[in-house]
Structure formats: C-alpha cells, structure tokens
C-alpha cells in the first residue's frame, strides 16, 4: 500500500488504546494518525522496553497503512544531508593534514638523513684513500704517550697494594698484638687505616691478601672492556659496583678501627661510620684513586691507538659507521611512519567513499512509507541511544529495520544511527 503525508478517505481515527499491542501481534485495520513517527517511536519504544519484535510490529503496520504521519518534515532530511556534508568536510581536512605529513617526510626528512649517510660513506671512502696515500694525520704524540704509560704503571702497583694492605686491616690484622705493641702512640696507631707490615710480613693470609688485591683491582678493569648498545649504562653500573665494594671495605675496616678503640677503652661514644673520617680517607685513598687510574689507562690506549694511521683510520671508519648506523634506524622510523600514514589515508579514502555514498543516497527522494519508516526508527533509536543498558537490544532492531527495508525495497536505504 502506498502511503502519503496527506488525509485519504475513508480513515479511521483512533486513539493509541484502539491499537493492538505488539505483544499480541494481532493486525488491525484501523488506522491511526500520528503528528510525527519520530515522537511517537520515541514513546512506544519506551512502553516495550525497545523490544525488536515489537519494532518489527511497528514497521508491519506503517507499511500496511495502520499508522499514518500526517505531518512529515523534510528537515529530518535536511539535517542528515548537512551532517554527512560536514562529516565529508571533516574527513577531506584530516585526508589534506595526512597528505601534508607525508610529503613533509617524502620530501624533506627522508632526503634530508639520506643525504647525510652518503656523506658519511663518501667520508669512509676519502679515509681509505687518505691511508692509502699516507695522509692520515694521527696526532701522535710520544711524551703524552710515555706520561701516560708511567703514570698508569705506578698508579697500577699503587692501587695493587692499597688493596692489599685494606684487606690485611679488615681482616687480618691482629688486635692484641697492636694493643701489647702500640704503647704511648696507641691512639695514633688505631687512627691507621693501613697496616703496611702486614702485607710484607710472610703468612699464610697474604695468599689471601694479594689474590682479594687483585681481585679488587679486576673490577677496576671492568669498564674498560665493555662495549655493546647499552655501553654507557654498562659503564656506569660498573663504575658503581666497584664504589659499593670499595664502600664496603671501607666501611670494615673503620669498623676494625672502632672495635679496636673499644678495647683500649678510647672509642668514640657516638660513632657512626658515614660521620667517621676514616671512612672517607678510604674512598679518597681507594675509589678515587682508581678513577684517576682509568682515566690514565683510556688516554696511554687513546694516544697508543694515534702511533699508526692503521688504527688512526679504523677509528675513524668506525665512527663514522656508528653515525650512519643511528641515521639508518632515523630512516626506518620515517619509512614505519610513511607505511603509518598511508594506511590512515586508506581508511579516511573508504570512509569519504561511504559518506559520499550515503550523501548521494540520501539526495534521492524517497517515497512516503520509506520515509516512515525510516522516521519511525530513528524515534525508536533515540530512545534506545538514550539507555545505556539496551545495547543488546539496539543491535537486534538494527537488524531487524535493515533486514525489513530490504525485504520492502530493492534498493539498501542508509540506516541512521
């Protein structure tokens, strides 16, 4: 039956009680005029809890021609149209903003580090040839080199029995020994933080002494060793693994010092090792002398690795790799980034495709009862969006309006939502 927006002959004007319920699913032949389907959807969506079978009721009678809009208004229509317009506009500014991003990379970013690695590589090919031809400058210097190398060597036998002799006092020095012997200097004496005789005494510890020294003198080459991504951190751990175990030591042998004092009956009443000098006279003796130690020993290798243009070029080879190696992962960030936004684009593409569709859809006018029906769903989806609990139920009446639309009309009318 096709319907119309104005009065046909002969009608029946009932009141909402003269309908059937959906529940009873029983046809009528009485007709009944409604201001607007929207409003009315609205209210009858309420009274059945947004119930599809009922929505399916609605929409069997508007198309038999038992509910009856009297007053259709086109700026429903009108509305939709405007909003897929505007969602068009939205969608061709984000599409342009992408488009810019990735020009901005094609032509600007991507050239600009691609550039630099030829650059480099040129640089890497130029040092081959200076090596060559001999014409690598290597900044040699032999008295830096030898200051170096001497100040490293003494350094070496200076840190080897510093720990040495820490160890002896931590562990092995004998209290009632340096009690009987100490006499009128005892105060003087417990304030030692070394005990020299002892590393040069013969006894069994000093095995023990000298393979702890150079145990201690092992975590100092540490850093020295470590290369990898992570180099720095590794560096910095180990630089204060090293501080902790010279801590330590330190911390024991002010200790020994303290229990020492209690037995001559001198000690301090209020001691704590952070606010004890000793503690720190071992740091300043220990772990500061082993930074200056490594600084020492990585500029005798620096200056070593200048003597020849060999290692002089591999240095510079190197580093120039590592550079080209940091704008290589730049590149495949850009190159992650472009792949990025040209899938954005693809799906902001399909979407215009859509919303250009359902603008053109929405240009053809379509007869009365699609209008209806179409009316009386957007009241009846007004009141289930405003119920948070119906989710269920909304999938179930969209599918149910779409499935009854294209059962009435061979061509797919947009579903408003």
């Known amino acids: 039956m096709e319907l119309t927006n104005k009065k046909t002959e002969p009608v ?50 508007i198309k038999d021609g038992h509910l009856v809009d009297e007053t259709f208004d086109e700026n429903e229509q009108h509305l939709l149209k405007q909003q897929l317009k505007n969602k068009i506009l ?3 500014d984000e599409k342009e903003k992408l488009d810019g991003d990735k020009r901005a990379v094609l032509e600007v970013n991507k050239p600009v580090i691609e550039k630099k690695i030829k650059e480099l590589n040129d640089e890497i090919q130029q040092t081959k040839i200076d090596l060559a031809e001999n014409k690598v400058q290597t900044g040699y210097q032999a008295e830096k080199y030898f200051m170096y190398a001497s100040l490293t060597f003494l350094l070496s036998f200076y840190l080897l029995f510093f720990y040495a002799s820490a160890i002896y006092a931590s562990f092995f020095r004998n209290a009632g020994t340096i009690l009987k012997t100490a006499g009128d200097d005892i105060a003087l004496y417990l304030d030692s933080i070394f005990d020299v005789n ?6 069994p510890s000093l095995i023990i002494v000298y393979l702890g020294a150079f145990l201690f003198f092992a975590i100092g080459l540490i850093p020295h060793n470590i290369e990898g991504k992570n180099k720095k951190l590794n560096i910095g751990l180990a630089i204060f693994g090293a501080f902790i175990a010279d801590s330590l030591m330190a911390y024991k042998i002010d200790l020994g010092i303290h229990d020492l004092k209690l037995m ?14 000793n503690f720190y006279m071992v740091l300043l003796f220990g772990f500061c002398a082993y930074l200056v130690w490594g600084y020492m020993f990585e500029m005798m290798l620096k200056e070593k690795n200048k003597k020849t243009g060999d290692v002089k070029a591999a240095l510079i080879i190197k580093g120039l790799k590592e550079e080209i190696k940091i704008l290589q992962e730049e590149l495949q960030v850009l190159q992650s980034k472009i792949i ?18 359902e603008l053109e859809n929405s240009m053809l006018r379509p007869d009365a009862l699609s209008q209806n029906l179409t009316s009386f769903y957007m009241g009846w989806n007004q009141f289930l969006n405003g119920t948070s609990d119906l989710s269920l139920e909304k999938e179930n009446c969209e599918i149910t309006f779409n499935e009854f639309m294209q059962s009435q009309f061979s061509k797919e009318v947009a579903v408003l939502n």
């Open 264 to 277: 001559a009956g001198i000690a301090d009443a209020n001691w704590n090792f952070y606010s004890s000098i």
């Open 198 to 203: 002892g590393i040069f005494t013969l006894s």
């Open 90 to 92: 939205s969608k061709e």
């Open 12 to 61: 029946v004007a009932t009141t909402n009680e003269n309908l059937p319920t959906p529940n009873k699913l029983v046809a009528t032949p009485k007709v009944e005029r409604v201001k607007s389907f929207r409003a009315y959807a609205f209210e009858k969506a309420g009274l059945n809890g947004g119930d599809s079978i009922a929505l399916k009721t609605y929409l069997k009678w």
């Open 340 to 357: 990025d936004l040209e899938t954005q684009i693809k799906t902001i593409l399909s979407q215009l495709e859509q919303l250009k569709g």
